[in-house]
């Protein structure tokens, strides 16, 4: 599946890129997202796959920065889009109060990122590619689209549990709204985005006030429901929908957690951790793969 978002910024020189590019333009252009002298450009320099269109893009008025800002835009916008579509296949309590919120918020200005990235997640991102790499071989589209908007998207870590978390979970997550709050399409107390852990990190027992659905799209991971009962192990794309301040525990397995999650109200109410005793235990714990 040819992705416009992305093939319109090619490198110069790939055999076959002048083609694509153009390719991309049009796609573009018919969806209202180019104008017709920009379009032009690329079909004049599709004919040579060295043919460089950015310095004429910038003598016509659409200078590099402002195309990486509308393919930035069309790459959140795609994942939007792969989010609910994967969102309308599955089954069970929650799924409809979050595509509820997703459709209502998902026309919303679009703000990418293009600043630093939080704390140390650039060392968590270093397990997205593997993540993506389980998901294509069941979902290449909504892979593609996660791989072609996670550049765009701010990534940061939730540091409001304090030390009870555990430093492996600290230091071993990332997430970036999708929309919400303070995320790349603006909503009011409801929060969508992608959700990323390291591989065999113990998210500890926490509870919060915020209704949340969970759709890992890697798997198996380990869950459970309470301090003292069993850990049971998930595989990917099996929904977790967890009521307001239902306890619950996350194991990563050998392949990073990578998740959609959705809440769908109580959005800025804190998450508090719930304490346990067999912690170390679980976090020495290795799933099979």
């Given at each position: 599946?040819?992705?416009?978002?992305?093939?319109?910024?090619?490198?110069?020189?790939?055999?076959?890129?002048?083609?694509?590019?153009?390719?991309?333009?049009?796609?573009?252009?018919?969806?209202?997202?180019?104008?017709?002298?920009?379009?032009?450009?690329?079909?004049?320099?599709?004919?040579?796959?060295?043919?460089?269109?950015?310095?004429?893009?910038?003598?016509?008025?659409?200078?590099?920065?402002?195309?990486?800002?509308?393919?930035?835009?069309?790459?959140?916008?795609?994942?939007?889009?792969?989010?609910d579509e994967v969102l309308a296949t599955l089954p069970g309590p929650g799924v409809a109060?979050?595509?509820?919120?997703?459709?209502?918020?998902?026309?919303?200005?679009?703000?990418?990122?293009?600043?630093?990235?939080?704390?140390?997640?650039?060392?968590?991102?270093?397990?997205?590619?593997?993540?993506?790499?389980?998901?294509?071989?069941?979902?290449?589209?909504?892979?593609?689209?996660?791989?072609?908007?996670?550049?765009?998207?701010?990534?940061?870590?939730?540091?409001?549990?304090?030390?009870?978390?555990?430093?492996?979970?600290?230091?071993?997550?990332?997430?970036?709204?999708?929309?919400?709050?303070?995320?790349?399409?603006?909503?009011?107390?409801?929060?969508?985005?992608?959700?990323?852990?390291?591989?065999?990190?113990?998210?500890?027992?926490?509870?919060?006030?915020?209704?949340?659905?969970?759709?890992?799209?890697?798997?198996?991971?380990?869950?459970?429901?309470?301090?003292?009962?069993?850990?049971?192990?998930?595989?990917?794309?099996?929904?977790?929908?967890?009521?307001?301040?239902?306890?619950?525990?996350?194991?990563?397995?050998?392949?990073?957690?990578?998740?959609?999650?959705?809440?769908t109200r109580d959005v800025q109410a804190a998450a508090s951790v719930i304490p346990a005793?067999?912690?170390?235990?679980?976090?020495?714990?290795?799933?099979?793969?």
């Amino acid at each position: 599946m040819t992705d416009p978002a992305r093939d319109i910024t090619l490198p110069v020189g790939l055999p076959r890129s002048g083609r694509a590019r153009y390719g991309a333009a049009m796609a573009l252009y018919q969806a209202g997202h180019l104008g017709a002298e920009a379009l032009e450009i690329y079909r004049i320099c599709s004919l040579l796959d060295t043919a460089d269109p950015a310095p004429l893009l910038a003598a016509a008025g659409l200078p590099a920065a402002q195309l990486a800002t509308m393919t930035a835009e069309l790459a959140i916008r795609s994942l939007v889009a792969a989010a609910d579509e994967v969102l309308a296949t599955l089954p069970g309590p929650g799924v409809a109060e979050v595509r509820l919120g997703l459709n209502r918020w998902r026309d919303g200005a679009v703000t990418p990122h293009h600043g630093v990235h939080h704390g140390g997640t650039n060392a968590v991102l270093g397990h997205l590619p593997a993540a993506l790499a389980s998901l294509r071989v069941t979902h290449p589209d909504l892979a593609g689209a996660i791989a072609g908007a996670a550049p765009h998207l701010r990534w940061i870590t939730y540091d409001l549990y304090g030390t009870e978390i555990g430093a492996d979970f600290a230091n071993g997550h990332t997430f970036a709204s999708l929309i919400g709050e303070d995320a790349a399409i603006p909503a009011h107390d409801f929060d969508l985005g992608l959700f990323l852990i390291a591989p065999h990190v113990l998210y500890r027992d926490h509870h919060h006030a915020a209704p949340e659905l969970y759709v890992p799209l890697t798997g198996p991971h380990g869950w459970r429901f309470g301090p003292g009962r069993p850990l049971v192990v998930k595989p990917a794309l099996l929904p977790v929908w967890n009521p307001p301040q239902r306890p619950h525990l996350t194991k990563v397995g050998p392949t990073p957690f990578l998740a959609l999650y959705g809440w769908t109200r109580d959005v800025q109410a804190a998450a508090s951790v719930i304490p346990a005793t067999d912690w170390p235990a679980l976090e020495a714990l290795r799933l099979d793969p």
